[in-house]
T-cell receptor, first 114, second 113 residues
Framework: GAGVSQSPSNKVTEKGKDVELRCDPISGHTALYWYRQSLGQGLEFLIYFQGNSAPDKSGLPSDRFSAERTGGSVSTLTIQRTQQEDSAVYLC????????????FGAGTRLSVL | GESVGLHLPTLSVQEGDNSIINCAYSNSASDYFIWYKQESGKGPQFIIDIRSNMDKRQGQRVTVLLNKTVKHLSLQIAATQPGDSAVYFCAESSNTNAGKSTFGDGTTLTVKP
């Protein structure tokens, strides 16, 4: 079946603008993660959704970042008033049912804030 | 806080040689470990996993070794090929971190022909 799909693959925006990044997880996967990866760096956890439970937002770096997951499927990560330091690749992953299961990653959205 | 770290940021090997990538973790409650491979421009992909009730697990050309005494994890790649060139991440999880995986910084493996 289809893997995790992210859109857009690339996004260039101006400082101060809002952006929305979309993630379509693998069908049937109940857990969904967002990570941020700066150039040459590791994965920075942002937020985690598990079924109908309240999301774990402990990794969001500021209140400019928010995420939603509608109907237990598609998720949108929103960054308001973007700053240059927000430039990175934003990766989404999903797993079958438990947080400790194998995560399947999308190809990411490369965000560039000018 | 808890962290998962890798000993070396880069590793360069000759094609055909064996590669060993190391990972240290600090959470003694960690009981599930995964190795991921990330090729340029792609998201990480699962390679192999191991649970804490095991010391060794083998896959196709890859072996993961777990030493719980010193909290050390390694990934061994046999007969390394150019297609193995990538960044390798270890990740750990446990019930004490709400089931979230913690990723290490990654080791860049370069295979020379």
């Amino acid at each position: 079946g289809a893997g995790v799909s992210q859109s857009p693959s690339n996004k260039v925006t101006e400082k101060g603008k809002d952006v929305e990044l979309r993630c379509d997880p693998i069908s049937g996967h109940t857990a969904l993660y967002w990570y941020r990866q700066s150039l040459g760096q590791g994965l920075e956890f942002l937020i985690y959704f598990q079924g109908n439970s309240a999301p774990d937002k402990s990794g969001l770096p500021s209140d400019r970042f928010s995420a939603e997951r509608t109907g237990g499927s598609v998720s949108t990560l929103t960054i308001q008033r973007t700053q240059q330091e927000d430039s990175a690749v934003y990766l989404c992953a999903s797993s079958l049912d438990r947080a400790r299961d194998i995560q399947y990653f999308g190809a990411g959205t490369r965000l560039s804030v000018l | 806080g808890e962290s998962v770290g890798l000993h070396l940021p880069t590793l360069s090997v000759q094609e055909g040689d064996n590669s060993i990538i190391n990972c240290a973790y600090s959470n003694s409650a960690s009981d599930y470990f995964i190795w991921y491979k990330q090729e340029s421009g792609k998201g990480p992909q699962f390679i192999i996993d191991i649970r804490s009730n095991m010391d060794k697990r083998q896959g196709q050309r890859v072996t993961v070794l777990l030493n719980k005494t010193v909290k050390h994890l390694s990934l061994q790649i046999a007969a390394t090929q150019p297609g193995d060139s990538a960044v390798y991440f270890c990740a750990e999880s446990s019930n004490t971190n709400a089931g979230k995986s913690t990723f290490g910084d990654g080791t860049t493996l370069t295979v020379k022909p």
